[in-house]
């Protein structure tokens, strides 16, 4: 026995609340989605930069696994900069 869906997932986005889809939206860019205008060309993207922005990730996420040592150096490497 089998039983076949049709979902549209125009329904699905539509019911859900603003916090859903904050979330989806958050999961989905930390998968590496980006929307189209923010995208850039299989060509133009730089292997470095993804990288960089993974790593960047990693240590937002993870940023009550580094031990105080390792936030001194991070937050001293970013204070340096003039951003």
Do not use: C, F, H
């Amino acid at each position: 026995m089998s039983i076949s869906i049709d979902i549209d997932i125009e329904d699905i986005v539509w019911n859900m609340s603003d916090r859903e889809k904050q979330e989806l939206v958050d999961e989905l860019y930390d998968d590496g989605y980006v929307p189209k205008q923010m995208g850039v060309s299989e060509s133009e993207s730089n292997i470095l930069d993804i990288a960089w922005q993974n790593t960047i990730s990693k240590l937002s996420k993870g940023r009550l696994m580094i031990t105080p040592e390792e936030e001194e150096i991070i937050s001293k490497i970013a204070n340096r900069l003039p951003y």
